[in-house]
């Protein structure tokens, strides 16, 4: 009885050999390749942009010797260019309110009874020297500007301080600050009024020179 059950299961094992090394030899005479041509390409991934900032140009001005950027969502407003008072204006270009005001003055004076001025910082590569005001900010820049910010207008908060980083004056100015917070301006025997005794000299010291104390008569 053990015997005939041996040889009833011997065809099947021979069977199932067989069918084995038939499917391995077809596998090794024809190997699969899969059609990729018939896969559907994953989309591509639209990366995202960062907003792109509005455009900014450039002001340049040869006569009084300097220039900056500005955003085109202000426009340019130039009053009074050919006269001795002139101003550069940037205002919003939908509500005509002013941002910016440059005024050019070659001869600013600050008298102590309406004109106080703060300590001076850096702003960008030049020096800016605040001015008390109850409106807005103003400044002076080189003894010859005044520089006027609208404060109070929120949209503008970020761009401003972009807008006086970008001011750069392209002139030689014949005074340099002094080495010592005094300048000497005792009169000698024979002598003239000295170039940085001059009125002119010491309001420039004052406005661009930190460390300036006065004259020393």
Sequence with gaps: MVKSQKIEKTPYLYLIL?????????????????????????????????????????????????????????????????????????????????????????????????????????????????????????????????IWVNTNNQKYIDVVPRILSSLNFFFDSKYTCPDSEWVDCMPGPNQGIKLECTSEALNWFKLNCPNFKGAAL
């Design 18 to 146: 067989t069918a084995v090394a038939f499917v391995i030899l077809l596998l090794t005479l024809y190997p699969y390749k899969p059609n990729f041509s018939k896969l559907s390409a994953l989309p591509t991934p639209t990366p995202t942009l960062p907003p792109i900032e509005n455009e900014w140009k450039i002001y340049h001005d040869d006569k009084y010797a300097f220039e900056f950027q500005y955003p085109s969502s202000l426009k340019l407003i130039l009053q009074n260019i050919d006269k001795t008072k002139s101003q550069i204006k940037l205002a919003d270009a939908t509500t005509d309110q002013d941002i910016v005001v440059i005024e050019y003055l070659p001869s600013f004076s600050c008298p102590k009874e309406s004109c106080q001025l703060l300590l001076p910082q850096t702003i960008g590569n030049n020096i800016f020297v605040p001015i008390q005001s109850e409106i807005g900010q103003s400044y002076i820049v080189n003894s010859k500007y005044r």
